[in-house]
């Protein structure tokens, strides 16, 4: 299998981290967003919304979307289970994916929208009062994980699923690409932070 990836590209980092959580080994080919690669007829084929990551099976069948790709490798190689292993997990780890993605990471992407490096290369109008905005709610949400993990290991409760993929690659982006790195007071959220950039699926894509 083929993924289409972009170096430190975060949504084909979760499906790397997945698929190396369950020992998948995926081919990786660049599509370097720099040229316009995503938006190429040929690449409008494979998704037509443009976007990164694709996985393309071997029989040339391709899906989109990062979570989407992890429901078929989860469904293909079950183990380790990382989106549910009963009826309330399924719900649970989803709705707790789901808060990540559009309460964290929608936040995340307005202030990167509207920040320092999409301002150097002039492709949108920006709005200032939007990224501050943005920034108070990504604040606001980080303070509210660092109670909830006064109360739970892991994003979903007491074993590393999608969620905290989800939510590794938020910050790790928020920090080092949009200035929103948690504040050092967070010691739950940092604790949780630490322990899992050093699990082996994460580390490894340092190599």
Not at 77 to 102: M, Q
């Amino acid at each position: 299998m083929k993924l289409y990836d972009f170096p430190n590209a975060p949504n084909p980092k979760r499906v790397k981290i997945f698929a190396n959580e369950k020992g998948i080994e995926l081919e990786l080919v660049t599509c370097d967003m720099r040229k316009g690669e995503h938006k190429s007829s040929e690449f409008l084929k494979k998704s037509p919304s443009g976007k990164i990551p694709v996985l393309e099976l071997d029989d040339g069948r391709c899906i989109s979307e990062s979570v989407a790709i992890c429901r078929y490798l989860e469904a293909i190689f079950p183990e380790p289970n990382l989106l549910g292993a009963s009826p309330f997990e399924l719900g649970h780890i989803e709705a707790r994916n789901r808060h990540i993605e559009f309460e964290m990471w929608r936040e995340i992407g307005i202030s990167w929208v509207n920040g320092p490096i999409v301002a150097q290369l002039g492709m949108v109008k920006q709005i200032p009062d939007a990224k501050a905005a943005s920034d108070v709610a990504a604040r606001n949400y980080y303070e509210r994980l660092d109670r909830e993990f006064a109360q739970n290991a892991y994003v979903a409760g007491d074993r590393f699923t999608i969620a905290d993929i989800s939510l590794y690659t938020a910050i790790e982006f928020a920090s080092a690409m949009v200035d929103l790195k948690p504040e050092s007071s967070l010691k739950k959220l940092n604790a949780w932070y630490e322990s899992v950039r050093s699990r082996p699926s994460i580390a490894m894509l340092a190599q």
